[in-house]
């Protein structure tokens, strides 16, 4: 069974692949983004390789670089390609990492924005 954000993150990865400038932006960030939502205990990880970017359940044995926690709402709203809506769920969820990985993370997902 496909959840919202589910969808949300593989509609994400869609329009990233499409920005074809971001391509070296992303070059050598080898990185797993673990996404927890609080109120629904579900994971996912977002993976970012050489071999490109995928989305799938994250059942917690992976170390991810970096964790991404709200409410399933709030991580709906950063995911769904709405600038000002990405904005307001910026300031609620939190995020767990090293400072260039949040940026970096941070800047993919208001690029990918529609």
Known sequence: ????????????LVRLQRKKHLW???MG???????????????WQLVFS????????WNGTEQPDLVV???????GMLLEGDEMRYVIAKQKV??????RDQL??????RLTCK
């Open 1 to 12: 069974m496909t959840t919202r954000i589910e969808n949300l993150l593989d509609e994400m």
């Open 24 to 26: 070296p932006v992303m």
């Open 29 to 43: 960030w080898e990185r797993r983004i673990g996404i927890v939502t609080e109120d629904t205990q579900i994971r």
């Open 50 to 57: 050489r071999e490109g970017s995928m989305c799938q359940e």
């Open 69 to 75: 926690r709200g409410r399933e709402q709030e991580i």
């Open 94 to 99: 939190k995020m767990t990492g090293t400072c």
């Open 104 to 109: 970096k993370l941070d800047a993919l997902f």
